[in-house]
């Protein structure tokens, strides 16, 4: 038989564990509605492509005539924005490297193989760094 004193130490234990149970789920709750609400404010670009046309198209309520000429413009402006990209690509590069460089130069041997790790993943979330 539990006396007064185990069960109110039960009692503060579980109101303890009710509350930080509470506090996860609300937590979790309201991280997944700032990362909704964030992805959703990020407005679409040219770069999006195919889903960039269809918001215009959506939110626009295009003409088929219009749909057609607006599609021309965006694939069009899209190949000079590669071309464009192309003639900088080297001189970003070149910035790029050389900053890297400087930045390992003053990390330990594990900060810079984790930092080689950070950069090859930040790399393969820019498609237009891709060569």
């Keep these: 038989m ?13 109101a303890l564990l009710l509350v930080f149970a509470l506090g996860c789920v609300t937590g979790a709750a309201l991280n997944g509605i700032y990362r ?4 959703a404010s990020q407005p679409l670009s040219i770069r999006e492509g195919e889903a960039y046309f269809e918001t215009l198209q959506r939110d626009l309520d295009l003409t088929s005539e219009q749909a057609t000429t607006v599609r021309a413009i965006l694939d069009e ?4 924005y590669k071309m464009v990209c192309a003639e900088v690509r080297p001189r970003y590069d070149s910035l790029r490297t050389r900053a890297r460089i400087r930045m390992r130069a003053v990390l ?3 900060q810079q193989q984790r930092f ?8 393969c979330k820019c ?5």
């Design 2 to 14: 539990m006396n007064k004193q185990t069960g109110m130490w039960v009692k503060v234990w579980g």
């Design 36 to 39: 909704s609400q964030s992805a």
């Design 77 to 80: 402006t899209r190949n000079e």
């Design 108 to 110: 330990t041997p594990d």
């Design 116 to 123: 080689n790790a950070i950069v090859t993943q930040e790399d």
């Design 127 to 131: 498609p237009e760094l891709q060569k």
